[in-house]
């Protein structure tokens, strides 16, 4: 009887040890997914040749830092606040990873925690955008559409071949409001304030308050896809802001012709 029961407690033992070390495990890997990398696949051809359809890439979160959220309340599209660890240098012409700022919302910048964006950074916070580009049939076409419903493209005369100047918001920058920054900046004053901006009596309100001036809480940044003729990116549904970045696309880990079935190694390991 003896025996029966110490081999009992040796298998609840074993039992207690695999479940202990398996939870460490589990606590290592999400904080590993948090802070250092992740993986996505490439859904579209919207970065090719760079990154094609069916690439599998590691995303270093090192660089801009991990952000830290409450997932759940995302999901369910409640107001959520990022906090992010501090990274090791300065988002630069990178190929990055975001969500994306519009989600099913077309007018207004949206945090989609279910959909994630690969496109290569241009605009910087600070910098100047002006795209002049030869005109293609084939163009993907979209609208963009900020604040008043109005069309992007309609109201400042710009096309995705021929885009801006647009200026790029640093955290503290502070511009006046008129009719040219609310339709360039509107959405992003919406989305930091949570409010509407509205024209009346001849001035500009957020919310219930009259402004002349918006001082920028968060830095911005302008994506292009490299495929630039065939890829819905910053000139479609605008600026991304920092929050939305989870980091830095580093290499290749697999690659798959999904029409063909059959892995493509000789792109393992790359990013061009």
Same mark, same amino acid.
């Given at each position: 009887?003896?025996?029966?029961? @110490?081999?009992?407690?040796?298998? %609840?033992?074993?039992?207690?040890?695999?479940?202990?070390?398996?939870?460490?495990? /589990?606590?290592?890997?999400?904080?590993?997914?948090?802070?250092?990398?992740?993986?996505?696949?490439?859904?579209? !051809?919207?970065?090719?040749?760079?990154?094609? @359809?069916?690439?599998?890439?590691?995303?270093?979160?090192?660089? /801009?830092?991990?952000?830290?959220?409450?997932?759940?309340?995302?999901?369910?599209? @409640?107001? %959520?606040?990022?906090?992010?660890?501090?990274?090791?240098?300065?988002?630069?012409?990178?190929?990055?990873?975001?969500?994306?700022?519009?989600?099913?919302?077309?007018?207004? %910048?949206?945090?989609?925690?279910?959909?994630?964006? /690969?496109?290569?950074?241009?605009?910087?916070?600070?910098?100047?955008? /002006? %795209?002049?580009?030869?005109?293609?049939? !084939?163009?993907?076409?979209?609208?963009?559409?900020?604040?008043?419903? =109005?069309?992007?493209?309609?109201?400042?005369?710009?096309? !995705?071949?021929?885009?801006?100047?647009?200026?790029?918001?640093?955290?503290?920058?502070?511009?006046?409001?008129?009719?040219?920054?609310?339709?360039?900046?509107?959405?992003?004053?919406?989305?930091?304030?949570?409010?509407?901006?509205?024209?009346?009596?001849?001035?500009?309100?957020?919310?219930?308050?009259?402004?002349?001036?918006?001082?920028?809480?968060?830095?911005?940044?302008?994506?292009?896809?490299?495929?630039? =003729?065939?890829?819905?990116?910053?000139?479609?549904?605008?600026?991304?802001?920092?929050?939305?970045?989870?980091?830095?696309?580093?290499?290749?880990?697999?690659?798959?012709?999904?029409?063909?079935?059959?892995?493509?190694?000789?792109?393992?390991?790359?990013?061009?």
């Amino acid at each position: 009887m003896n025996q029966r029961v @110490k081999e009992k407690n040796k298998w %609840i033992d074993r039992l207690i040890n695999f479940v202990f070390y398996g939870c460490v495990l /589990a606590l290592i890997w999400l904080l590993l997914q948090i802070t250092t990398f992740s993986s996505f696949r490439i859904p579209t !051809a919207s970065m090719h040749p760079t990154l094609i @359809k069916g690439d599998y890439v590691i995303v270093n979160k090192w660089i /801009a830092g991990g952000r830290i959220f409450n997932v759940f309340n995302a999901v369910k599209n @409640k107001h %959520i606040s990022i906090k992010r660890i501090p990274g090791i240098r300065r988002i630069k012409n990178d190929i990055l990873i975001f969500n994306s700022p519009v989600g099913q919302y077309k007018n207004r %910048i949206h945090f989609d925690v279910m959909q994630y964006y /690969a496109k290569r950074c241009v605009g910087l916070p600070g910098d100047t955008v /002006a %795209i002049i580009l030869p005109t293609l049939s !084939a163009l993907v076409e979209d609208s963009l559409t900020f604040s008043f419903d =109005h069309n992007y493209y309609d109201l400042l005369g710009w096309t !995705a071949e021929k885009f801006g100047p647009l200026y790029i918001p640093c955290k503290g920058d502070q511009i006046p409001i008129n009719s040219l920054t609310a339709t360039q900046y509107g959405s992003v004053m919406e989305w930091e304030t949570k409010q509407k901006i509205d024209y009346k009596d001849s001035a500009y309100f957020i919310g219930n308050h009259r402004f002349t001036n918006y001082q920028f809480k968060h830095d911005y940044y302008f994506m292009l896809g490299d495929n630039i =003729h065939h890829s819905l990116d910053s000139r479609h549904w605008g600026l991304v802001p920092d929050d939305f970045i989870v980091g830095v696309v580093q290499w290749i880990w697999f690659s798959k012709d999904e029409e063909q079935n059959s892995i493509r190694w000789n792109r393992i390991g790359r990013v061009d």
